[in-house]
């Protein structure tokens, strides 16, 4: 007789049930996320770069910083899409977790384990700030400004600790992942996202302090070579970027250039990173539940 793959009450049916329509439609899952991420950029530039009808002034005229881009990809771009979207990647991970130990798949079960564990570490690392609140307390004690050497490095490790999970996950079981085409291109695509996420992250502001000033980090220069190619287009927009990033400076608060590349680039990434790894969770479950019958996946 086959075990139930969950308990039998109607509560308790609603996530598979949920799991199982997402799955079926896992590629228009995906879809959404980057029909997102586009239309935002898209958004980015009919608002803060051309001003349709006056858009920016409506939607961004009012604040301290006036561009529609500063304030987007922070909400809901960040908060609560990415947020929620990790915590789905968490639910599903866990889900199919469950799944494999009832069907006596081991090799699943340790994966999934570890997977859900990493992705549930990601999902506090980006809602917490854990890492920003571990380099203040290195600045506590040693002193730097914010990005000299010690910092740099112990955010470094940190980085390393939090990956460390995840890689191994995907190093140990990568001949088990290889078996669902599907669910091994989101896997792999999502791993690039974030890896180019953090490193980004990372160098953008690594040892910031060890140039006079501290203000020459990676991606203020990046930030500030795109921002005056993209807001060229009109020098009055090009003056209001300067006016605004000037503000901010003088609150001893960073450019509005690394803004920039902070926001719109790394949120960018990372958000089709995490839709990545839900989907990937998805065209699993979706592999175990066709061979459920069977007892092996």
């Given amino acids: ?30 879809g959404l996320f980057l029909v997102f991420v586009v239309g935002s950029l898209a958004a980015l530039i009919a608002v803060d770069v051309y001003n349709v009808g006056g858009l920016r002034e409506i939607i961004a005229g009012h604040r301290d910083v006036p561009f529609f881009w500063h304030h ?70 040693t002193g730097e400004h914010s990005y000299g050497v010690i910092a740099t490095l112990v955010e470094l490790g940190y980085f390393a600790l939090l990956a460390a999970v995840l890689v191994y996950a995907l190093v140990r079981f990568r001949r088990y992942i290889w078996e669902n085409t599907s669910g091994r291109r989101y896997f792999i695509g999502g791993y690039l996202c974030y890896a180019t996420a953090v490193a980004s ?22 930030g500030d070579r795109i921002t005056r190619w993209l807001f060229s287009v009109d020098d009055e927009t090009l003056a209001l970027f300067a006016e605004a990033s000037q503000r901010l400076e003088e609150q001893d608060i960073y450019p509005l250039a690394f803004a920039f590349m902070d926001r719109v680039w790394e949120e960018s990434i990372e958000t089709l990173g995490a839709a990545a790894l839900l989907c990937a969770g998805l065209a699993f479950w979706s592999y175990y539940r066709r061979h459920s019958d069977s007892g092996k996946p």
């Fill in 201 to 222: 992250s990372w160098l953008g502001s690594a040892f910031r302090d060890l140039e006079p000033g501290g203000e020459r980090d990676l991606y203020t220069l990046v």
């Fill in 72 to 141: 987007w990809y922070l909400i809901p771009f960040e908060n609560p899409i990415q947020w929620t979207t990790l915590a789905l990647v968490v639910v599903v991970f866990g889900a199919n977790a469950v799944l494999t130990r009832r069907i006596a798949d081991d090799r699943g079960a340790m994966m999934w384990t570890l997977l859900s564990i990493g992705a549930a570490l990601m999902f506090l690392e980006d809602a917490l700030d854990i890492r920003h609140r571990l380099r203040d307390g290195v600045l506590a004690v």
């Fill in 1 to 30: 007789m086959n075990r139930p793959l969950f308990f039998q009450t109607d509560d308790a049916k609603m996530l598979p049930r949920l799991l199982d329509i997402a799955a079926r439609r896992v590629h228009l899952v995906f």
